[in-house]
């Protein structure tokens, strides 16, 4: 019950947002969010570590984009193809990956995403240095009109709802349970007559098609994609977020997503208040130091809150329900005593 009670308080506060912050801000943290969730089903729950992670990211971002852009498809299909795109992808790089473990796993799927981001250099349709400018909002079903930042948000929190609604679903299933005794111990797992490496192909094409779903949509709400997005640095960018946030968790991810979004978009402007308050310059500076900054809570998260934000918070409301508890059952345990001594 408390948890259905955190998830309504989270959509009310979804729901009413953009009517006190900006719209595309928003977006964007929507986009992160479900980015890093498809992240955090494949190495919170299957305990498989991607450093590629941005070739689904920003290769749906392109292929949504140039078909949206070039093609000129619905808004519907320019987002199921580069979900699809991200998904065909994920199953190419993960059929080659899944026949390593540890390391060597994470060194080709990083390697393999590399390869990817020198193709989108390359090409002509991605517009190589300057990127794919100009995407098209679209309308809806033919019908409304996504060009209102308003009317677009509610749109992105549905697909980013939906994306979340179906790892939550998939994490409590019998195949999640799967993936988790995977994670756990995985030569029992082929013990007990699993075949783990399909499981996890499974799980790796699943985690592609929702980062590339988050890609796509990313490079609708701003119109453009650039290789920002299919470069290295957006795999590690996506790891932050989920330690950040707790790995192994539900909604770890999405805490972590907005904490360094909100310091990449809004660390200037609390540079400049600092400036102004306390009269020291040095503050307007912060703005130009978000790698650092990043780079010091990533250091702090792994040093002091192994668990992330989300796991230390669990771990410490878990603390203070254990005395409750053991009250109450001490309290039934006397009651039970008085009556059998009535009795």
């Known amino acids: 019950m ?10 009310a506060a979804a729901v009413a947002a953009p009517f006190f912050l900006y719209p595309v801000f928003l977006m964007k943290v929507l986009c992160f ?85 020198f193709v989108c250099l390359q090409l002509p ?17 033919g ?9 677009l948000y509610y749109v992105v929190l549905a697909i980013a709802a939906a994306g979340f609604a179906l790892i939550v679903r998939t994490v409590h299933s019998p195949f999640g349970q799967v993936l988790k005794a995977v994670k756990e111990n995985e030569p029992r797992a082929v013990s007990l007559g ?22 796509a949509t990313k490079t609708v709400v701003l119109g453009f994609e650039t290789l920002t997005d299919v470069h290295w640095s957006m795999s590690g960018l996506v790891v932050l977020m989920t330690l950040v946030g707790g790995l192994g968790t539900l909604t770890g991810p999405i805490v972590g997503a907005i904490v360094i979004i909100a310091l990449e978009n809004k660390l200037g402007d609390l540079g400049n208040w ?38 230390e918070l669990g771990a410490l409301f878990k603390k203070l329900r254990k005395p409750k508890e053991t009250k109450q059952a001490a309290s039934s345990l006397h009651a039970t005593a008085v009556k059998t001594t009535e009795g």
Not at 125 to 141: F, H, I, N, Y
Not at 143 to 151: A, F, R, V
Not at 291 to 304: K, M, P, Q, R, Y
Request: proline share 1%; net charge positive.
């Open 194 to 215: 699993y075949d783990v490496d399909r499981f996890k192909l499974l799980a790796f094409v699943l985690s592609a098609a929702l980062a590339g779903l988050a890609g």
């Open 125 to 141: 349709a991605t517009g190589g240095e300057d990127g794919l400018q100009g995407v098209p909002r679209g309308k809806l079903l």
């Open 274 to 311: 600092l400036a102004v308050t306390t009269n020291v310059e040095w503050f307007r500076t912060i703005g130009e130091s978000v790698t650092i900054v990043t780079g010091a809570i990533f250091i702090v998260c792994v040093l002091a809150f192994r668990r992330g934000i989300v796991g």
């Open 33 to 117: 969010a479900l980015f890093a969730c498809a992240f955090n089903l494949l190495i919170g729950f299957t305990g498989l570590l991607s450093f590629g992670h941005a070739a689904f990211f920003g290769g749906a971002g392109y292929v949504a984009g140039h078909a949206l852009k070039v093609w000129g498809v619905p808004f519907e299909l320019g987002l199921l193809a580069g979900t699809a795109a991200a998904a065909a992808i994920g199953l190419v790089m993960g059929a080659l990956a899944i026949r390593r473990q540890g390391i060597y796993f994470t060194m080709i799927t990083l390697a393999l995403a590399q390869m990817l981001y």
């Open 143 to 151: 019908i409304i009109d996504l060009g209102h930042d308003l009317t």
């Open 2 to 11: 408390d948890k259905r009670v955190g998830y309504a308080i989270a959509v």
